[in-house]
């Protein structure tokens, strides 16, 4: 089986894609399209002009136009009417066509979920199969239809993923902020396995399992790398800080190459490997940054081919300009 390298690159990376990168993924989703009214809007994607000459360095790469991703709305008001979601697959046809792109990818956060402050209802469940499939007949067999899922069980619960699976040519997993801005609780965001102490039971494992046992064959799931950290401040000096209580959330953090500049073993940060979790975190005394780091990204690839998954992708492409993640992951593929 042929494994993917995905890589989630945002509009302003796209002029930052070289010749090596282009050559080491599979496919680039182009983030962000958004939902506007019953259309897919184009208009903030500004270097999109990119793709011709990113195509010419690899003419086998694959070029996927991402739609939505966190807090961006307009999915649940379009696609509960049959004209709305036949009118956006339609608009996707007309952009897959006008920029020669290789499919669609639906990053809707989340059905039957106003976390993230948008419009929600609880027809989301049904709608999703209905929108994908919609945009399944617009756009045809040949083009890719996928989806990036959150991590948690509360995504299987809110979805059809036995029906999502028979759409979709793969589900891209997000195992990375599974411990996020939602939790005060310090500890890894992006781990393969789940620590004995850990109450939260959250990992790339489980979450395969669970989709797994939803109806989602193995040989369609993608597992999700973190190219950027999550930082919990205001913890006591216990454990090194891991499953301890913070008086923050868990903060957006620093890329990869920032972490390797100013972070790890440097400024007070020792660097610590949860063999359990198969995860590295940082702790200064107070503070815990957790990451995806070369030693995390080679045995996330180990297993992926060990299970019979599809491949791995990441967040994002611009958080690691040394290219050291995607190096790693590359190499680990071959």
């Known amino acids: 089986m042929d494994h993917y390298i995905l890589g989630y690159v945002t509009d302003g990376s796209l002029e930052t894609v070289t010749a ?3 050559n080491r993924l599979t496919h680039i989703n182009i983030a962000f399209g ?6 897919m809007d184009t208009s903030r994607l500004r270097h999109i002009g990119e793709l011709e000459r990113i195509r010419a360095l690899n003419p086998k790469l694959k070029f996927v136009l991402s739609v939505g ?3 961006a709305g307009g999915f649940s008001l379009m696609s509960r009417t049959e004209d709305g979601r036949r009118t956006f697959a339609a608009s996707c046809l007309e952009a897959v066509r006008r920029y020669s792109l290789d499919g669609i990818d639906i990053d809707w956060e989340y059905p039957c979920s106003d976390s993230a402050g948008i419009d ?4 989301d469940k049904q709608n999703f199969t209905l929108l994908l499939q919609a945009i399944r007949d ?10 990036a899922a959150g991590a948690g069980r509360h995504f299987i619960r809110d979805t059809e993923m036995d029906k999502v699976a028979a759409v979709c040519d793969y589900v891209q997993i ?26 939260r039971n959250s990992s790339v494992k489980s979450s395969v399992d669970s989709f797994h046992a939803a ?3 193995l040989d369609k ?19 090194h800080g891991l499953f301890q209580p913070a008086q923050t959330l868990g903060l957006y953090g620093e890329g990869y190459t920032g972490l390797v500049e100013k972070y790890i073993n440097k400024n007070g940060f020792v660097r610590y490997w949860d063999d359990d979790a198969k995860a590295p975190y940082l702790f200064n005394g107070s503070s815990l940054i957790s990451y995806d780091d070369p030693e995390s990204i080679r045995l996330k690839c180990d297993y992926l081919k060990a299970e019979g998954l599809r491949g791995i992708m990441y967040w994002d492409h611009g958080s690691d300009p040394s290219r050291t993640l995607l190096g790693t992951m590359w190499k680990a593929m071959l």
């Open 174 to 199: 997000m195992t990375y902020d599974m411990r996020s801005g939602f939790d005060r609780e310090a500890g890894h965001h992006t781990n393969l396995f789940t620590s004995p102490g850990d109450r």
């Open 20 to 22: 090596e990168d282009a």
């Open 120 to 123: 929600c209802d609880p027809s």
């Open 138 to 147: 617009a756009i045809g067999e040949s083009r890719v239809v996928s989806i």
């Open 34 to 39: 958004s939902v506007k009214g019953n259309l």
């Open 69 to 71: 991703g966190w807090t």
């Open 215 to 217: 109806g989602v064959p």
């Open 221 to 239: 799931i993608v597992i999700g790398a973190a190219f950027y950290a999550r930082r919990w401040d205001g913890l006591p000096d216990v454990n």
